[in-house]
């Protein structure tokens, strides 16, 4: 994300211009008698900076936005553009960006329970130009502005207050449910959705949690998410996994964890029988209750290796419901070939392993940090799929063996 570096960026940018501003010292008498003619210097040119400010009010009551997020994001590709800046609105709903280079500029600003730009967006792993693009997209939805140096330029904003969700997460035993990541699907975008495996960083989420709106339950098991665009939504409760690592985007990164669990209002695994909501803005749909069963997950462990009995330490793995293309677990390969899904309800599923490679530790790099750097692959096998069948019991012994095949050539790089 650009605005990750704003305020360091500002920081730098505002020390170095204050460093221009700072006048040359007066010539003393002794220096004066000394001067001689020479050519005439060049007037200098203005300094490159230029100032926003604006009001930014709320829609449905008339009254300032105090605290809200407003982020001044540049249209991408332009050379010397410093990266976006973020400020807070004051109590009289003012906000104001100085120092701005000239250039083309959009303004964004996030509330929470009004209408957030970036909702709904889901980004998978592109080029940084493509990202930045799909960024612009949205940031100019509402009109740009165009700063030219020395100018100052006036960009007043009105939010639209949006739907609301509410509701509580218990599990089957009537505990609450604390700290479960809480999403709302729009049915309008599921042919866009990556599938669950496929990484990708919920961007309405994050700038939620930019914006303080936190996307979990509490210590009671509620959850409220506001802000939302009218629509048909799903609700999804996810129960991150016990190896889910922090990626710095709280519940918004969370959302992409293969091994959680997923439990949809209508207390549902799949999402074909999940119950949908149509929500309107400004109004709010509660009672929204999920319960995540405790006794129907199933762990499935295994081994992986090749039929001569070599181990294999490098593979994609997953497990899919071939009655529900939306539902698919995926889990990492150990170095010793094992593999565990956690936590599997019964069904029936198809494991897939594909891309499998044994692979080495670098040469040069010392023992004590083996585990720590990525492998180099050496011998390459051929895709498996084999069909299982979860029961009442969790699966200790599922075995896959893979033949050999010769290893792919590099791919050409791009000229």
Not at 157 to 184: C, H, K, N, T, W
Not at 227 to 242: C, F
Request: aromatic content about 6%; overall charge negative; proline content about 8%.
């Amino acid at each position: 994300m650009r605005s990750l570096l704003a305020f360091a960026l500002c920081a730098a940018s505002f020390g170095a211009l204050r460093a221009q501003d700072v006048p040359d010292p007066p010539p003393s008498a002794d220096s004066t008698r000394v001067q001689k003619k020479g050519p005439a210097s060049k007037p200098l040119p203005p300094l490159p900076i230029g100032r926003v400010t604006g009001t930014v009010f709320c829609a449905d009551t008339h009254r300032p936005a105090r605290g809200a997020l407003v982020m001044l994001a540049p249209r991408p590709g332009e050379d010397g553009r410093q990266n976006e800046s973020m400020s807070r609105v004051g109590m009289d709903g003012s906000y104001a960006f100085e120092h701005i280079s000239p250039g083309e500029y959009a303004v964004v600003a996030v509330l929470p329970g009004y209408l957030n730009p970036f909702e709904g967006v889901t980004i998978s792993p592109t080029p940084d130009s493509q990202l930045s693009d799909q960024m612009w997209k949205r940031e100019s939805e509402h009109g740009t502005l165009k700063i030219t140096a020395g100018e100052a330029v006036k960009f007043d904003m009105e939010l639209q207050r949006g739907a609301a969700i509410s509701g509580r997460v218990f599990y089957s035993d009537g505990a609450p449910a604390a700290q479960i990541v809480i999403e709302a699907q729009s049915t309008a975008r599921d042919k866009e959705k990556t599938g669950p495996d496929e990484p990708f960083l919920d961007l309405g989420g994050f700038v939620r949690e930019v914006a303080r709106q936190s996307l979990s339950t509490d210590d009671v098991g509620h959850f409220r998410l506001s802000g939302l665009h009218p629509g048909t939504y799903r609700v999804m409760a996810i129960e991150l996994s016990k190896d889910h690592a922090d990626d710095g985007f709280g519940g918004a990164g969370a959302i992409n964890d293969p091994s959680a669990v997923r439990v949809y209002a209508g207390d549902t695994l799949h999402q074909k029988a999940a119950k949908t909501y149509d929500l309107r803005a400004g109004e709010e749909t509660s009672g929204i209750d999920i319960t995540i069963p405790l006794e129907a997950f199933h762990s499935v462990r295994g081994h992986l290796s090749a039929v001569d009995g070599r181990t294999i330490n490098m593979a994609d793995l997953k497990l899919t419901d071939p009655s529900d293309d939306t539902f698919a677990m995926s889990t990492k390969l150990q170095n010793d070939g094992s593999f565990n899904f956690p936590s599997v309800p019964g069904g029936t599923y198809t494991l897939s392993a594909t891309n499998a490679r044994i692979g080495e530790v670098p040469g040069d790099i010392p023992a004590q940090f083996e585990n720590t750097v990525s492998l180099v692959p050496k011998t390459a096998f051929g895709d498996s799929t084999q069909s299982i069948v979860i029961a009442d019991v969790d699966l200790a012994d599922v075995n896959v063996s893979l033949t050999e095949v010769p290893m792919p050539k590099p791919a050409a790089s791009p000229k």
